[in-house]
């Protein structure tokens, strides 16, 4: 019955808002109910956004909700607040037609009917004089399915296989991984995972997933993962051992080198009127050497000399195939 469904699903609201979280078979034994029902109860309350994980305790698995959430608490915003997070829509349109954005899209509609009838001239007035544009997205219309299985494997810690191939290749791969973060960057997705193959930390493109399979297994974060220190390396994607790169810019392209934050380790030195030299400590040169062939002859590359030698091999081609 349809009320004995709503009066039990809110009693299940309340036993997993507890800090220790409930089990299936206590959840079967204070409801009432079989497992199954249990399931799908939990299954609907995901649906309906309720933030719910799972974390395992001495061999045992707990279900709660995550910490700082409460069913029965509404969150003030300020009309500040509640206008960034109504423009927000534009940043991530990248993601148009996955799971992410749609669920963006449905709460940024709530904090809408939430704006009273007279604010909602002044947002239209705001939104005529913004504009938000990005270059060179991805399109995830195809990975609805492997987004949701990937954040919910990431929230609950299973691991999983995944079905890759690389650009280089046209055969997918199974590999067995356990996902870490679903990372958003550059207007593409990313899955960072520990690789059971590699026995190494990978990145791996949303896009280049074919499926996603949960095993038996959950995993523990392992204790020296740091997204942080370790994307702190990368100039762009790809993290390593840091080498130091020297790179010097002409005076009429260092005004627009200086106005930017390029990579978090970054040093500027002012060289009068010869430009600015960029000193930087990063964990793959072919990121950099890419990132230069479009600054064209106003960047020079001081050291090391392989990245140096890399950018005159890549321009040489590019003035080969232009005669």
């Known amino acids: 019955m349809r009320g004995d469904q709503l009066g039990r699903q809110w009693k299940l609201v309340r036993l997993l808002s507890g800090p220790r979280g409930r089990t299936l078979r206590q959840l079967v034994a204070e409801l009432g109910v079989v497992k199954r029902t249990v399931q799908r109860d939990m299954d609907a309350l995901e649906a309906a956004g309720f933030p719910l994980i799972s974390e395992q305790r001495n061999g045992t698995v707990f279900w709660r909700f ?41 709460a940024l509609s709530k904090i809408g009917a939430a704006i009273p009838a007279q604010g909602h001239a002044f947002l239209r007035t705001v939104e005529e004089g913004i504009a938000v544009s990005t270059f060179g997205w991805k399109d995830f219309a195809h990975s609805r399915q492997v987004l949701t299985s990937l954040t919910k494997a990431v929230r609950n810690h299973f691991t999983v296989e995944i079905e890759h191939r690389t650009p280089a290749k046209k055969n997918y791969l199974v590999r067995r991984v356990d996902p870490y973060k679903v990372w958003y960057t550059n207007g593409g997705l990313y899955l960072v995972a520990w690789d059971y193959r590699k026995e190494q930390y990978l990145v791996f493109a949303i896009e280049r997933i074919r499926s996603v399979k949960p095993t038996n297994s959950r995993f523990s974060e392992r204790p020296d993962f740091d997204f942080e220190k370790l994307h702190e390396t990368a100039f762009n994607m790809i993290w390593g051992d840091p080498q130091k790169v020297r ?14 934050t390029w990579h978090t380790s970054q040093k500027l030195t002012e060289q009068n009127d010869e430009g600015v030299i960029m000193e930087m400590a990063v964990g793959d040169l072919g ?20 990245l140096a030698s890399d950018v005159a091999r890549h321009a040489r081609r590019i003035v080969d195939r232009a005669v």
């Open 66 to 106: 995550m910490d700082g959430f409460c069913a029965e608490q509404m969150v003030a915003l300020t009309v500040d607040e509640l206008m960034a997070l109504y423009f927000s829509r534009g940043l991530l349109q990248p993601l148009l037609g996955t799971p992410v954005h749609e669920a963006i899209d449905t």
């Open 247 to 260: 790179i010097r810019f002409s005076s009429a392209e260092s005004p627009y080198i200086k106005e930017r």
């Open 287 to 306: 990121e950099v050497r890419r990132w230069l062939i479009g600054w064209g002859a106003e960047a020079e590359v001081l050291e090391p000399p392989e």
